[in-house]
T-cell receptor
Framework: AQRVTQPEKLLSVFKGAPVELKCNYS??????LFWYVQYSRQRLQLLLR??SRESIKGFTADLNKGETSFHLKKPFAQEEDSAMYYC????????FGTGTSLTVIP | NAGVMQNPRHLVRRRGQEARLRCSPM?????VYWYRQLPEEGLKFMVY????????ESGMPKERFSAEFPKEGPSILRIQQVVRGDSAAYFC??????????FGSGTQLSVL
């Protein structure tokens, strides 16, 4: 099964600072990876999907096959980015990472 | 399309009772996933179902927990003889094949 690891359970950054949420995957082949976000009191929702290569709310994520990583990045964090972020592999087996709780300090 | 509907939103049970959590997937979605989110913890996969079939239940506790997704009607996550440790938020998600997940609002189970 496709698996991902999110090494940071908690991450705090100051508003305006760059932010990077780490995600590593541990399988070969062509991975399909997603980032989901859960804002306070809201349901989980898709943030971005690597094959679309788009930027959502200023976030981007690049698949690095050499490092087997799919880190989520944003150059300037905003307070409204505070949320729980989950990395997840695609296919039919969505074993989510353990999640990273991001707090953006005003 | 009303989205993924879960009910009830909140469920209170006493130890030893049964809990039934329902999930109606989005229209056209035949894949359903159940997750558990414990306080201060992340999202843990429990089970993946397609219509009338359990595809992957590797995240389900071996005892007391069961899930079904019948041909007609919602998917049901059933917890028998609940214990305090079962208290958690239970999320359901649905998708088409190999597509992104759409999540429900969750059921908060509290065991007294």
């Amino acid at each position: 099964a496709q698996r991902v690891t999110q090494p940071e359970k908690l991450l705090s950054v100051f508003k305006g600072a760059p932010v990077e949420l780490k995600c590593n995957y541990s399988y070969s082949g062509s991975p399909e990876l997603f980032w989901y976000v859960q804002y306070s009191r809201q349901r989980l929702q898709l943030l971005l999907r690597h094959i679309s290569r788009e930027s959502i709310k200023g976030f981007t994520a690049d698949l690095n096959k050499g490092e087997t990583s799919f880190h989520l990045k944003k150059p300037f964090a905003q307070e409204e980015d505070s949320a729980m972020y989950y990395c997840a592999p695609g296919g039919n087996q969505f074993y989510f990472g353990t999640g990273t709780s991001l707090t953006v300090i005003p | 399309n009303a989205g993924v509907m879960q009910n009830p939103r909140h469920l209170v049970r006493r130890r030893g009772q049964e809990a039934r959590l329902r999930c109606s997937p989005m229209k056209g979605h035949s894949h359903v996933y159940w997750y558990r989110q414990l306080p201060e913890e992340g999202l843990k996969f429990m089970v993946y179902l397609q219509k009338e079939n359990i595809i992957d239940e590797s995240g389900m506790p071996k005892e007391r927990f069961s899930a079904e997704f019948p041909k007609e009607g919602p998917s049901i996550l059933r917890i028998q003889q609940v214990v305090r440790g079962d208290s958690a938020a239970y999320f359901c998600a649905s998708s088409r094949r190999n597509e992104k997940l759409f999540f429900g609002s969750g059921t908060q189970l509290s065991v007294l």
